[in-house]
């Protein structure tokens, strides 16, 4: 969720129109994950949960590409690396995870004994400040290899093979065989290609694709697999959990490769609208804003989600749920982004917590 250069007209505008979009999509999927594990499968409920659930799952993904883009394009120092943005991420972890764990205590849903755990723990979705943490250590090491475009797409073949393709062979072999699926997931874990798996892949990706020239035919190609990627995403999210009756989230995971080609569209749809290169100076520097908003509004959502539901009384049950996910989505992003906003006018905290 790093920020590039502030000049307008070298800006990738349309990175900060994705981040935005990114950033609501996420908390569109956690208000939609919200009780999704607490209603009957096959119930109207879970089915409505889980179509919005299966159509943003290309949140996380995105974000991390972004930061491929944007990371592995610029010449950036260890030193800084560690000084400016792994730094930021420390205290951004410290602050908001003793914060969360405090409210937990205040309102009486957690503990003493188990404050200490929950703070180094941290709630749930600040996963994510590990994940791209281990990703800017990486970086000097990753730019080596982008550095040489015969080793970039190299580096991304093999990544759609370790990362995407083998896991979900042996997913679908699951439910064919648990011993065949077993016997493969060894031989492929045996083959030590830990480095090009996970969200490297979709680091390199992002800074790939972000330089990458498609004509027409290679664009209809990548909405073709992308739209049968939704089309998986939604049908496996309905089939495989009814059919077993319990929640079966294989093929919707960030690692699914029915999720990274969703992923890859949607970085792709957002780069082929030209009409991004025409906004006004004014209606860029808003985005610009937005985009370092952010950050924030990502670290504070959860704590929003959350007051509504104990505070208001609001949360996705509270009414028929096919609105009530994209109306406490909205209601949630607006208010974080007035959080982050605020925040982002405070001296030092705007440089260590957001």
């Not at 790093?2 to 956690?30: C, G, Q, W």
């Not at 996380?60 to 930021?88: C, H, N, Q, T």
């Amino acid at each position: 969720m790093d920020n590039y250069a502030s000049e307008p007209a070298k800006r990738k505008v349309y990175m900060d129109v994705l981040r935005i979009a990114a950033t609501f999509a996420v908390m569109l999927l956690h208000t939609a994950s919200q009780y999704w594990y607490a209603v009957d499968v096959g119930s109207y409920e879970w089915k409505v949960f889980s179509f919005y659930d299966g159509t943003v799952r290309w949140a996380v993904p995105v974000f991390v590409m972004i930061s491929g883009a944007l990371f592995l394009s610029r010449d950036i120092s260890i030193e800084k690396i560690y000084k400016k943005y792994i730094l930021r991420i420390v205290t951004a972890y410290i602050f908001w995870s003793a914060l969360y764990a405090l409210i937990n205590l205040i309102t009486g849903r957690s503990r003493v004994k188990n404050a200490l755990r929950e703070f180094v723990e941290g709630p749930s979705h600040l996963w994510f400040l590990f994940m791209i943490a281990g990703l800017y250590i990486l970086t000097p090491i990753l730019k080596k290899i982008v550095a040489n475009d015969l080793i970039t797409k190299y580096f991304v073949a093999i990544s759609m093979v370790f990362t995407f393709l083998l896991p979900f062979i042996i997913n679908i072999l699951s439910f064919y065989s648990e011993k065949a699926s077993s016997v493969a997931e060894s031989v492929v874990g045996s083959v030590c290609f830990t480095f090009t798996l996970n969200y490297v892949s979709y680091f390199v990706l992002g800074y790939y694709l972000s330089r990458m020239d498609m004509n027409g035919k290679a664009r209809l190609g990548v909405f073709l697999c992308g739209g049968a990627g939704v089309m998986v995403t939604l049908f496996s999210n309905y089939i495989f959990p009814i059919a077993e009756q319990r929640a079966v989230s294989i093929f919707h995971e960030n690692m699914s490769i029915n999720v990274m080609l969703v992923s890859v569209m949607i970085f792709m749809l957002f780069k082929f609208v030209r009409k991004f290169e025409e906004l006004t100076p004014k209606t860029v520097g808003k985005l610009k804003m937005l985009s370092e908003y952010s950050f924030g509004a990502y670290l504070v959502h959860a704590m929003v989600i959350t007051g509504l539901n104990h505070i208001c009384g609001l949360n996705s049950l509270s009414f028929d749920p096919l609105f009530s996910v994209p109306i406490i989505s909205v209601i949630a992003f607006a208010l974080s982004y007035m959080v982050s906003a605020v925040i982002h006018r405070i001296p030092v905290l705007n440089k260590y917590i957001v």
